[in-house]
Nanobody
Framework: EVQLQASGGGLVQAGGSRRLFCAASGFIFDDYAIAWFRQGPGNEREAASCIDLREGTTYYPDSVTGRFTLSSDRMKNTVYLQMNNLKPEDTGIYYC???????????????WGEGTQVTVSS
């Protein structure tokens, strides 16, 4: 059974950092991409980053470039999203999803984890 679990959310002050985790199971980790999305209050869901696990290549939308960094641990089947210099507009529920590739920061998502709430206070 394919499962994804996002965790690591919480309350952080503006300018602070937070590390999110996406633990994956039930599939061959290196055969896919993992995309992160977020949805702030009253906003549509938007892409937050993507890592192609076959190549280790990472992709970031302009809104998070230079502040967010993706990494992965193949032994633990886990993707990490390091978020630095957080801003109030980064507030939202963060989800990780299995994707076919990182086109448009995530394409062909078929499994989603439950989200984790990140709240950035000003």
């Amino acid at each position: 059974e394919v499962q994804l679990q996002a965790s690591g959310g919480g309350l952080v002050q503006a300018g602070g950092s937070r590390r999110l985790f996406c633990a994956a199971s039930g599939f061959i980790f290196d055969d896919y991409a993992i995309a992160w999305f977020r949805q702030g209050p009253g906003n549509e869901r938007e892409a937050a980053s993507c890592i192609d696990l076959r190549e280790g290549t990472t992709y970031y939308p302009d809104s998070v470039t230079g502040r967010f960094t993706l990494s992965s641990d193949r032994m633990k089947n886990t993707v990490y999203l390091q978020m630095n210099n957080l801003k109030p507009e980064d507030t939202g529920i963060y989800y990780c999803a299995r994707a076919l590739d990182c086109g448009n920061y995530g394409r062909g998502m078929d499994y989603w984890g439950e989200g984790t709430q990140v709240t950035v206070s000003s």
